[in-house]
């Protein structure tokens, strides 16, 4: 069961800026980096943004991602046909027995 | 290169048992923690199971816990995921992960998957 809420869908036209929300809590996004995976369709997820904001060699500086609090942001600006995908952001939770824990998925459609 | 090959799925009844394995290569395999996460047809990613570089450390979601168990063979650069009393709600594609290098359990690379599908 996801623990990190984010809206199912945002889209936007091309060249837009587009943005992603992922509420959590203090044991999770509070208290732990947070990771962010692109997931093309029919394929397998990607990392995009790693340590709230760091971004791996080869991801386009159009992403970029920020953390205030127990809540998380990917922004994707200048849009392009090819950011169509599912996005979702992660963290390790420091409960009892300890987890890792996914946001429920943002679709991202290109207009 | 950093690969990741799943293997061991297919098709069993509710209640049987799979074992997954994952095949690694292109980094100090015992060096990094490593996940199981799964993602049901047309649904998000859930993670499974997480175990430590030297195999000394495991965490199980809620959902399988008791009835999954992750290893892992550094000899072999290979990862393991038995799954006994299996159910149709875990029917999924079964993805091996490699945690980020100085992460708690940040995933850097996914492997392409391994189709689990329980059924009668």
């Known amino acids: 069961q996801s623990v990190l809420t984010q809206p199912p869908s945002a889209s936007g036209t091309p060249g837009q800026r587009v943005t992603i929300s992922c509420s959590g809590s203090?044991?999770?996004?509070?208290?732990?980096?947070v990771y962010w995976y692109q997931q093309l369709p029919g394929t397998a997820p990607k990392l995009l943004i790693y340590?709230?904001?760091q971004r791996p060699s080869g991801v386009p500086d159009r992403f970029s991602g920020s953390k205030s609090g127990t809540s998380a942001s990917l922004a994707i600006s200048g849009l392009r046909s090819e950011d169509e995908a599912d996005y979702y952001c992660?963290?390790?939770?420091?409960?009892?027995?300890?987890?890792?824990?996914f946001g429920t998925g943002t679709k991202v459609t290109v207009l | 290169e950093v690969q990741l090959v799943e293997s061991g799925g297919g098709v069993v009844q509710p209640g049987g048992s799979l074992r997954l394995s994952c095949a690694a290569s292109g980094f100090t395999f015992d060096d990094y923690a490593m996940h199981w996460v799964r993602q049901a047809p047309g649904k998000g990613l859930e993670w499974v199971s997480l175990i430590s570089g030297d195999g000394g450390s495991t965490y199980y979601a809620d959902s399988v816990k008791g009835r999954f168990t992750i290893s892992r063979d550094n000899s072999k650069n290979s990862l393991y995921l038995q799954m006994n009393s299996l159910r149709t709600e875990d029917t999924a594609l079964y993805y091996c992960a490699k945690v980020h290098i100085g992460a708690v359990a940040g995933i850097d690379y996914w492997g392409q998957g391994t189709l689990v599908t329980v059924s009668s």
């Open positions: 992660a963290a390790w939770d420091d409960s009892l027995s300890g987890l890792y824990v």
């Open positions: 340590r709230n904001n």
């Open positions: 203090s044991s999770n996004i509070g208290s732990n980096y």
